[in-house]
């Protein structure tokens, strides 16, 4: 394994470290708010635009193709339990800093341009109740959020898993606003599963599982947090699966419920399809969903910029950027160059582009790097490099059907475009 893995930057004093103080419970949530985010509270009118009734079961297929991926990402967080994980990973498979340093970079950039596409998002929502020019509002949430993140790392994890609990509280609000309406959510179940095999239903299905990846992106982040959480080799595993099944559960209800309360040509047709179907079932006014809508956009904004300095923070620790991105604050114990560089290009993309289509290329751009990790794991059970003991290990044919189902997800992709 590369030396380098390990190693910081020599200077003439030494310099603080991350501090590890993040709980099981706060990386779940952590977990929770990267995964969740402003994803399902936009995503329901694309789902049942494309798979009507079916849409939940595309969530499920998405989940159980994503579980062989976190599988992975679980053993090497284990393995290598370090920021830029990814990058990590792939150095020590490939024994290349050139293929780490890219796919380092390739995570920050999701992550960044992830976090601008949110803000544009965040900043409509709070034109609801704050009627400012737009630049404004999203340079607002922006440069507030990267506040947050300098911060500290409890104390903009515990926020940022506040935001999580109150996004994760709507969702749970319609689930139980939905079993106790008059809607036919039991009686309707068997409408979920395809009652054909015709193309035009198969496409949907398939087009609908790709917008799934993109809602279930946001688990691998945890690698990114490995050096701040305590006893890394046992919780890291337990949060990124407890992150994956919490947010199927919620995801696979949600659309349900969503699908019988309102129906597939309104939820289309809806700019926010979960407002109108709480609206719907309650009789209330949507703005409350609106402002969950409000706090789980910020959230989504907070967590990438954490990860994102957290993998300058590691690739220059590593010594493959500038280390200057490796300075830790001595008040804050957090990135602070990196997390403001992170921030100033947020609001720069946030500011200047148009980013509607950025779900599809994020989830294309991520879908390559679970391939990369997949491959690295592969490459490194076939090494036969020493494992640590007491860590979570995947069976050996995981990496290669996680590696295979990227890979057959974007050729569908492929030729979905192709044969639009």
């Not at 009734?53 to 193709?65: I, R």
């Not at 976090?115 to 020019?133: C, K, M, N, T």
């Not at 919780?235 to 696979?252: D, K």
């Not at 989504?300 to 954490?306: E, P, S």
């Amino acid at each position: 394994m590369n030396s380098k893995l390990h190693s910081r930057p020599e200077t003439g004093t030494r310099s603080p470290t991350l501090s590890r103080s993040l709980s099981l419970w706060h990386a779940t949530l952590y977990g929770l708010g990267v995964t969740i985010g402003a994803g399902i509270y936009v995503l329901i009118g694309a789902a049942a635009a494309r798979a009507g009734m079916h849409a939940p079961l595309a969530f499920v297929v998405a989940a159980g193709l994503m579980a062989l991926s976190a599988a992975s990402f679980a053993e090497l967080a284990c393995r290598l339990p370090v920021a830029a994980g990814e990058a990590a990973y792939a150095r020590a498979a490939f024994g290349s800093d050139k293929i780490a340093t890219a796919v380092g970079l390739l995570v920050v950039a999701i992550a960044i341009v992830s976090a601008a596409a949110i803000s544009i998002g965040s900043a409509g929502y709070l034109a609801v109740f704050l009627p400012l020019p737009k630049w404004v509002l999203v340079a607002a949430v922006v440069l507030t959020m990267g506040t947050v993140a300098v911060w500290g790392v409890k104390q903009s994890v515990t926020l940022a898993g506040v935001m999580t609990l109150i996004e994760i509280g709507g969702l749970l609000l319609l689930v139980v606003a939905g079993v106790a309406s008059d809607a036919p959510i039991v009686a309707r179940l068997p409408e979920m599963l395809p009652a054909t095999t015709e193309w035009a239903l198969l496409a949907g299905l398939v087009g609908t599982t790709l917008i799934a990846v993109f809602a279930f992106i946001g688990f691998e982040g945890l690698a990114n947090i490995a050096e701040e959480v305590r006893d890394p080799k046992r919780n890291l595993p337990r949060a990124i699966f407890l992150t994956l099944v919490i947010s199927t559960l919620l995801y696979v209800c949600v659309v349900w419920i969503a699908l019988v309360a309102v129906g597939r040509a309104e939820l289309a047709r809806s700019d926010a399809p979960l407002a109108l179907v709480f609206e719907r079932l309650t009789g209330l006014s949507p703005q409350s969903m609106s402002f969950i809508a409000l706090i789980a956009t910020l959230n989504g904004i907070i967590v990438q910029i954490i990860m994102s300095s957290r993998v300058l923070y590691g690739l220059a620790r590593q010594g493959e950027l500038p280390g200057v991105f490796s300075s830790v604050g001595n008040r804050t114990r957090t990135p602070v160059v990196a997390t403001v560089v992170t921030t100033a290009l947020v609001l720069a993309l946030a500011l200047t582009l148009p980013l509607h289509d950025l779900a599809e290329v994020t989830s294309r751009l991520t879908l390559i790097v679970f391939t990369v990790v997949n491959v690295s794991l592969i490459r490194i059970k076939r090494r036969h490099l020493p494992t640590p003991t007491g860590i979570f290990e995947a069976p050996v044919w995981v990496p290669w059907a996680g590696a295979a189902a990227c890979v057959v997800l974007l050729m569908l992709d492929a030729a979905t475009k192709l044969w639009a």
